[in-house]
């Protein structure tokens, strides 16, 4: 199969990132006796797998038809994350007055240059996921397109490797929907957009989940003229609605056009322009724009890997099946991350790879279902999540009580001028144990952390609230949550008893 992914432009920090994690250069091991592992693809799971597992000494084959690093490095997490950095400063220029800053009029972004620094921080974070690294750490490293050939053997690049147990690792890639005319016209992805050297000036965004809307807002931020067009209301449809509604009006303030509830989408190229023809809310929109970003799915890579020939049980939309253990219908081979996960985030895939060392070397039992996951939209603001949201609780009748601190109240969100947010947090009802949390702030990303490791420890909301934070800032909003949860236990009953209490030491 040809590379899906190509490092464009050619300069010289693309050209510093590709000898890295596809040396032209490369010359494969040749194999010597059977491996513990042979791990598939060389993404966050199949990197994780083979370092840990060489690190314990186990004999690790790890293969990659593509771009070591996978999607995080080369055309996920990390270029999309520089250029949401950009258009942050733009942002914080844009509002400037708001803070009684004053900003010449007409300062412009200079797309060029931040497409350059984005590949140029890339390129420097590539060492660490690149072939020569790997080697020196104890893995043999193979270059080809990998295929089963028996339960206990994979080929590449005409060579033949015997193994005692397998991971397939392979990842996922942007999948193009079914939409009239999509195949008539040219579009970009994931894998294409960070290839970009000039600011489109009309882009319009199929799909308002993360990436679409994490794109939408950075490009308009840019300067583009930004339609972004969902078929659901409002955005991203999976999160907590509330929190879903603050970010769309954070979206539509910074230039994005949402189209909504869209309907009859059909796309058609004239000339240079590809036109978004959609109803939305009643009205007919046709509008011409000068690329085409698609971000509605990923299609988890299965083709090609000889998963029929040793009877690993696959779905060419959902992925490899595998048991809580991660072990396939084949019992010597495994499956990490987005390749056989519906958490398809860079550190879930770290975490499961972590799993599967331990079931595949050590007889291990450990369960994926264990595992605590969060997750963040890099939005401004940011939305993360953790555990249940209200629906899914009442899906699965667990009884709930919610408690929400709204950011308006609490200090140092008013002085920084980011008051539209809220942490909310599910507790099983009758407890303080925490069941699910959302956070709506600029930083959320990083303050989920604190609920999830609470989550994880079983600490409930009356430890957080016991728990000195430091102030001002926008995380005492977590603890005064806590305060909250303990004023429910003040009934009348027990204020009846304080005051008798307090009235008779008088």
């Excluded at 279902?369 to 249940?388: D, F």
Aim: hydrophobic residues 40%; negative net charge.
């Amino acid at each position: 199969m040809s590379t899906l992914i190509q490092l464009q432009p050619q300069d010289e920090y693309n050209l510093v990132l590709e000898s890295h994690v596809k040396p032209r250069d490369w010359t494969n091991p040749t194999p010597s006796g059977r491996y513990n592992l042979v791990v598939i693809g060389a993404g966050a799971a199949g990197l994780v797998t083979a370092l840990g597992a060489a690190g314990v000494g186990a004999k690790v084959a790890l293969i990659e038809r593509e771009l070591l690093g996978g999607d995080c490095l080369n055309v996920g997490c990390v270029p999309s994350k520089a250029l949401i950095s950009a258009a942050r400063v733009a942002r914080a220029i844009r509002y400037a007055d708001e803070f009684g800053v004053e900003v010449p009029t007409g300062v412009q972004v200079n797309f060029a240059a931040v497409m350059e620094r984005m590949r140029r921080l890339r390129s420097e974070i590539a060492p660490n996921d690149s072939a020569e690294r790997i080697r020196g750490l104890g893995v043999d490293v193979y270059q080809g397109q990998a295929r089963f050939t028996g339960s206990n053997t994979v080929e590449v690049d005409g060579q033949t490797l015997p193994f005692r147990r397998a991971v397939i690792a392979t990842g996922a890639r942007a999948s193009a929907p079914p939409i009239p005319g999509l195949d008539q016209v040219p579009y970009l992805t994931n894998e294409s957009l960070f290839s970009l050297t000039e600011l489109p000036q009309r882009l319009g965004v199929i799909g308002a989940g993360p990436i679409g809307c994490e794109m939408a807002q950075s490009f308009a931020l840019f300067g583009s003229d930004v339609f972004l067009v969902e078929s659901e209301h409002g955005i991203l449809p999976r999160e907590d609605p509330a929190a879903a509604d603050i970010v769309k009006a954070s979206l539509e303030r910074d230039g994005v056009k949402l189209l909504c509830c869209g309907r009859n989408l059909q796309l058609r190229q004239e000339g240079d322009k590809v036109h978004l023809a959609v109803d939305s809310h009643g009205r007919q929109y046709d509008e011409a724009v000068d690329q085409l970003l698609v971000s509605v799915g990923r299609a988890p890579n299965v083709q090609d890997l000889g998963l029929e020939t040793v009877g690993v049980d696959f779905d060419p939309k959902i992925g490899v099946r595998v048991n809580d253990r991660l072990q396939t219908t084949n019992p010597n081979i495994y499956a990490a991350g987005d390749v056989c996960s519906k958490y398809k985030f860079t550190h879930a895939a770290d975490f499961m790879a972590r799993i599967v060392i331990g079931n595949t070397l050590f007889k291990g039992r450990s369960k994926a279902s264990a595992l605590t996951i969060p997750w963040s939209t890099y939005t401004t603001p940011e939305i993360a999540h953790v555990g249940l949201y209200e629906k899914e609780a009442s899906e699965q009748e667990i009884d709930i009580t919610t408690f929400v601190q709204e950011f308006a109240d609490v200090d140092r969100s008013i002085l920084e001028g980011d008051t539209t947010g809220f942490v909310k947090v599910h507790l099983k009802r009758g407890s303080d144990r925490i069941v699910g949390a959302t956070i709506v702030a600029n930083n959320a990303g990083d303050m989920i952390s604190e609920i999830t490791v609470a989550m994880k420890n079983g600490v409930g909301l009356q430890g957080i609230g016991s728990t000195i934070h430091p102030y001002p800032t926008q995380a005492d909003a977590i603890r005064k949550l806590g305060d909250q949860y303990n004023r429910t236990r003040l009934t009348p009953f027990v204020a009846s008893m304080f005051r008798k209490w307090l009235a008779w030491t008088r």
